[in-house]
């Protein structure tokens, strides 16, 4: 497969972890900064994509992996939110 | 995709079973994606029974995602291994997986049996359905993980491991961390903000 690029080491994947961690002490924190107030759910939702895109892309070797793997999950992925907003909208708008 | 590429691997199990794995995966973020868009329709519908912030516990539950997330660490350092053969590392990297695996399903239990002491069960309000449903779901998903680390692990004791067994670690092994970004999503949008 001439797109694919070489895997991690396991040295590596030690440092992906050690930033996953990281991430998530510091969404824990943020959930008791007081100030923060408004701003807690955006950095939140943030902090989560960028956790789910590392998994996803160093442990799921996605990065690494042929892309027509990458195109089939990203159906799924691209679909749920779809489907999220429109299970909200039909129950939470429509049918109240 | 190019045509090359396609005609490359047509005929390869291992691939065909990745793009399987692939597809189901794709196929379990519309079920989760179902599951979590209930729970946020009716998170506020809590009737006389507990609201989220009277029972979340954070501190435990981040100790929970910490496991889950440390358990992807040592998946992938025993997909890392059964790729360079060393079958010694590969299973202890398994069996350590589904230790942390069975922890945070340990923790999982003792959460919902808190939960019922504070009053909130699964007929309580719609509240208590919708979380319980998406995390039972979620915890049904982790335990099948546990079991098929488990059985890949007794596997390769026996005579039985084929050359191509690599793939089969690495196939559970996406199942695993699929189970783990599902948590990464009920983490913040269950747990952390709805406190």
Avoid: N
Avoid at chain 1, 78 to 94: D, K, N, Q, R, Y
Avoid at chain 2, 81 to 110: E, H, I, N, P
Avoid at chain 2, 148 to 163: D, E, I, N, Q, Y
Wanted: glycine letters at 6%.
């Amino acid at each position: 497969m001439a797109q694919q690029r070489p895997h991690p080491r396991p040295r590596d994947y030690w440092v992906v972890a050690l930033i996953l961690a990281v991430i998530t002490a510091a969404e824990v924190s943020v959930t008791y900064i007081d100030f923060l107030d408004a701003a807690v759910a955006p950095m939140l939702l943030v902090m989560a994509a960028a956790k789910f895109a590392i998994v996803v892309g160093w442990f799921m070797h996605l990065r690494f992996d042929a892309p027509m793997y990458r195109r089939l999950f990203l159906i799924g992925v691209i679909a749920a939110p779809i489907l999220f907003a429109a299970v909200l909208f039909s129950f939470g708008v429509l049918i109240g | 995709m190019s045509v090359a590429l396609h005609e490359e691997h047509a005929h390869d199990p291992a691939h065909i079973r990745k793009v399987a794995m692939w597809v189901f995966l794709g196929s379990e973020c519309l079920l989760f994606g179902t599951l979590i868009s209930t729970f946020l329709l009716y998170r506020t519908r809590t009737g006389s029974g507990p609201t989220a912030a009277d029972v979340f516990d954070i501190p435990f539950t981040s100790v929970s995602s910490f496991i889950l997330l440390m358990s992807s660490l040592t998946m992938v350092l025993a997909h890392h291994s059964s790729v360079r053969k060393d079958y010694r590392q590969m299973r202890l990297w398994l069996v350590a997986t589904a230790l942390l695996g069975v922890t945070f399903l340990a923790g999982q239990v003792f959460e919902f049996t808190e939960f019922v002491h504070e009053g909130l069960t699964v007929t309580t309000s719609p509240f208590g359905s919708s979380f319980f449903v998406l995390t039972s779901f979620h915890g049904a998903h982790v335990a099948v993980g546990v079991l098929m680390l488990l059985v890949t692990a007794l596997m390769s004791f026996t005579g039985k491991w084929r050359p191509d067994a690599g793939m089969d670690v690495e196939l559970v092994g996406l199942y695993w961390h699929f189970v783990d970004i599902v948590w990464i999503v009920i983490f913040t949008v269950v747990y952390l903000l709805q406190v």
